[in-house]
């Protein structure tokens, strides 16, 4: 983007995404692809129209070990493996009705009513958690935190009815670690492209708009974080709000992706 567009912009009040100039045009299978991962573009100031974080292989290949435990092919494409297969939506959807068990009897406020939901919960989530090869101390931090949490949000505030489903989180962090897998070298633009493509699928099946999926992707952000021991609401909340920014932008600025691309 040139230095005049980026001050129109500015002075207009318009939205600006970075755009690399000179790359590769996109097929509308891949421009879709990178929609997915539109929440971190914008948050991160990441080119909107190419596969790369703009790193170099060095870096990003200290960030895939960081954050991601990859460092070759191989488990590259068991990240995908897991994104794609399931991910946090398992945990999610097993968590979900004990969640709004609990929630329905929030605003009571009422410690005995609210013991029963709180104690199931935690008598039968362990054997869940082994089930479906789970960790049961993460499961159960992410039901407590999230009691905590949106029990707040349901007893003081007006929050967002849960979704049936959060991969919406999942597909776009496909997206996201299709760049960093790319600029790390541990994957050709073929192969994570064909990722980004079944995470396009699997989105599709799941919501039906942009809205419902990027209330969705804050949804399971949050869920994510709920399952640390040390979950801190503030930082969390910060969190929130930083992404329901980049969300609000995608879905009402006129140079968005997802105002370019139909759901």
Not at 88 to 115: F, N, Q
Not at 144 to 168: C, E, H, M, Q
Not at 203 to 228: C, K, N, P
Request: aromatic residues 12%; hydrophobic residues 40%.
């Amino acid at each position: 983007m040139g230095l005049f567009s980026s001050l129109r912009d500015m002075f207009s009040g318009a939205t600006t995404y970075n755009v690399l100039e000179g790359a590769p045009a996109l097929t509308p299978g891949q421009d879709r692809g990178l929609a997915l991962g539109a929440m971190y573009a914008v948050e991160g100031h990441l080119p909107v129209n190419a596969l790369t974080m703009e790193a170099d292989a060095r870096t990003a290949a200290r960030l895939a070990k960081g954050s991601w435990d990859t460092v070759d092919a191989e488990s590259a494409r068991a990240t995908y493996r897991y994104l794609l297969g399931g991910g946090h939506d398992v945990a999610y959807r097993i968590l979900l009705p004990y969640l709004e068990a609990y929630l329905a009897v929030a605003p009571t406020r009422k410690r005995a009513v609210l013991k029963e939901p709180h104690e199931r919960a935690l008598r039968e989530l362990p054997e869940l958690a082994l089930r479906h090869d789970l960790d049961p101390a993460r499961l159960r931090n992410q039901f407590i935190n999230g009691a905590y949490y949106y029990g707040n949000l349901v007893t003081y505030g007006s929050p967002d009815p849960l979704p049936r489903s959060i991969v919406a989180w999942d597909a776009a962090r496909v997206a996201h670690v299709s760049r960093i897998f790319s600029d790390a070298g541990f994957v050709e633009p073929d192969e994570a492209w064909a990722a980004m493509e079944q995470a396009v699928d699997l989105a599709r099946s799941a919501y039906h708009s942009w809205e419902e999926y990027e209330s969705a992707f804050r949804t399971g952000r949050l869920f994510w974080q709920l399952g640390d021991k040390r979950f801190d609401q503030t930082k969390a909340a910060d969190d929130v709000e930083k992404f329901e920014r980049a969300g609000r932008e995608l879905l009402t600025d006129d140079g968005s992706p997802w105002k370019r691309l139909a759901w």
